[in-house]
């Protein structure tokens, strides 16, 4: 889902971002990959697991390894990445800055190092 909030601020389109999954293999490997994840949860819970997981994980990779292909396609005909590269810049500040609020509310300091403790004599 990031990744299409960074294609969009880099000028691609929701149609150029459907059309270009839909001219891929992605959806097969779903389908693919909804049948294994039947047929591991089936074999698990009979515990009579021959190949099945092996299957799933090889159709889980080719569905990654597709995905990427695809995004990497998508921001290689993009004009620019600048304002892409320029948002998840600020999303992973503003993260890191909401971590350290809850952190300081909730965990005490945002720093790394104990505050030394007073000690009575």
Not at 6 to 16: F, N, V
Not at 82 to 105: M, R
Request: hydrophobic share 35%; aromatic share 6%; proline share 2%.
């Amino acid at each position: 889902m990031k990744l299409a909030m960074y294609a969009r601020a880099d000028g691609i389109t929701h149609d150029q971002i459907r059309t270009a999954f839909q001219n891929s293999n992605v959806r097969a490997d779903f389908e693919k990959i909804r049948a294994d994840k039947k047929a591991m949860d089936a074999c698990l819970i009979a515990n009579n697991c021959a190949n099945e997981v092996t299957t799933y994980e090889t159709d889980q990779a080719a569905l990654t390894k597709d995905k990427l292909a695809v995004w990497q396609g998508l921001f290689a005909s993009a004009k620019s990445t600048t304002p892409g590269v320029n948002l998840k810049n600020t999303l992973e500040s503003l993260n890191q800055q909401k971590h350290a609020a809850f952190k300081t509310a909730f965990g005490g300091s945002s720093t790394t190092t104990p505050a030394p403790q007073a000690t009575e004599q």
